[in-house]
């Protein structure tokens, strides 16, 4: 229970400092569809930018512990850092690509994934 408590504050967190970090984020998409449904939320609020990384982060773990056999199963240690980065960036591209999220930075982007992607790891060694 330690573990994905942990994988999910740090992807959570972490991707909050990239939406919060990024000047020129464009979630106008995303409000305009909050309003549709009746959830009015103004641009500035850090309401936005919170559901963004819980949602990064919970698809990100759905996905780690979906593909828990075959991870356990075919992949030895040497490559799970390659699968738990690929597991981030497919988390957070799909999020980013169905709220329609535009004008993140890329250089935070890349920083986010390795730095999740290592602590990933250093948390499976550590804690298994």
Do not use: C, W
């Not at 979630?27 to 641009?43: N, P, R, W």
């Not at 850090?46 to 075919?74: C, D, Q, R």
């Amino acid at each position: 229970m330690i573990k994905p408590t942990l994988q999910f504050l740090t992807a959570g967190s972490l991707n909050y400092l990239l939406v919060i970090f990024s000047k020129d984020i464009d979630v106008e998409q995303l409000l305009k569809d909050f309003d549709s449904i009746g959830f009015v939320i103004e641009s500035n609020s850090g309401f936005i930018s919170l559901f963004i990384s819980v949602s990064a982060s919970v698809l990100t773990l759905s996905l780690i512990y979906f593909f828990k056999p075959f991870n356990e199963m075919f992949l030895v240690h040497h490559q799970k850092l390659s699968f738990y980065f690929l597991i981030n960036l497919v988390s957070l591209s799909s999020i980013y690509i169905v709220f329609r999220i535009y004008g993140y930075s890329r250089l935070y982007l890349m920083i986010y994934l390795l730095i999740t992607s290592i602590i990933f790891y250093l948390l499976d060694k550590i804690l298994n």
